[in-house]
């Protein structure tokens, strides 16, 4: 497997993560979106939305959105699970890992942010603001979502809500959010972030990092 990924990208780092407990071993393929390589007609013909991460299988297949490729991984190699059995623990964990996947990411990726500079005037603190908001104002609800007592989101093994949580996590410290409110948050990434399928997937260690 080839994956096409960002090292800074949140999505890719997510895909990473879930590669690495899967046990799984792939190819990284970088690419430089600030370098604008995503709008290439070559990387189009793989991912249309011209964006990261895309995941090109053994037989040429492209998947593209983090989410699916997870769930195409999670039935492929079953164990260990992304997601319970159960019914109402499962949609309980989707619903928080979306407060990430669909309410935070979306209106802070790159060119959501790029579009506020060139279309609508904001300058670099205003576009950080606007970021910062939608991170705290996100990662407060995802915290009142989860249980107590577990070592990670849900559970004592990481699962979905957590694959999201610190991929998610790594933007907040990258752009300065104030995290003192976040303690279980802290807590669950920096017991994710001691297993070697999070350390390998870590941003800093990708080979396109500076």
Excluded at 55 to 71: E, F, H, N, R
Excluded at 77 to 82: D, G, I, K, R
Excluded at 142 to 169: K, N, S, Y
Aim: with cysteine.
């Amino acid at each position: 497997m080839k994956l096409y990924s960002y090292w800074r990208s949140t999505t890719s780092y997510r895909v990473r993560i879930a590669l690495n407990l899967k046990g799984l071993t792939f190819e990284t393929v970088p690419v430089d979106l600030v370098a604008g390589t995503q709008r290439s007609e070559t990387y189009r013909a793989l991912n249309p939305a011209a964006g990261v991460p895309t995941l090109v299988l053994a037989d040429g297949t492209a998947l593209t959105q983090s989410l699916a490729i997870l769930d195409y991984l999670d039935h492929l190699v079953p164990q260990p699970p992304f997601l319970p059995a159960d019914p109402l623990k499962r949609a309980r964990m989707q619903a928080a890992a979306h407060v990430i996947a669909l309410d935070i990411h979306p209106v802070n990726n790159l060119r959501v942010v790029k579009r506020l500079r060139t279309a609508h005037g904001a300058d670099d603190a205003q576009a950080r603001s606007w970021m910062l908001h939608w991170m705290a104002e996100g990662l407060t609800a995802f915290q009142a979502m989860l249980p107590e007592g577990p070592r990670f989101c849900f559970g004592d093994t990481p699962m979905l809500a957590d694959i999201c949580l610190v991929a998610q996590l790594y933007n907040a410290h990258r752009w300065g959010l104030d995290l003192s409110p976040f303690g279980r948050l802290r807590e669950i990434e920096e017991t994710a972030l001691a297993l070697p399928a999070f350390e390998r997937a870590h941003p800093d260690t990708q080979p396109d990092a500076p």
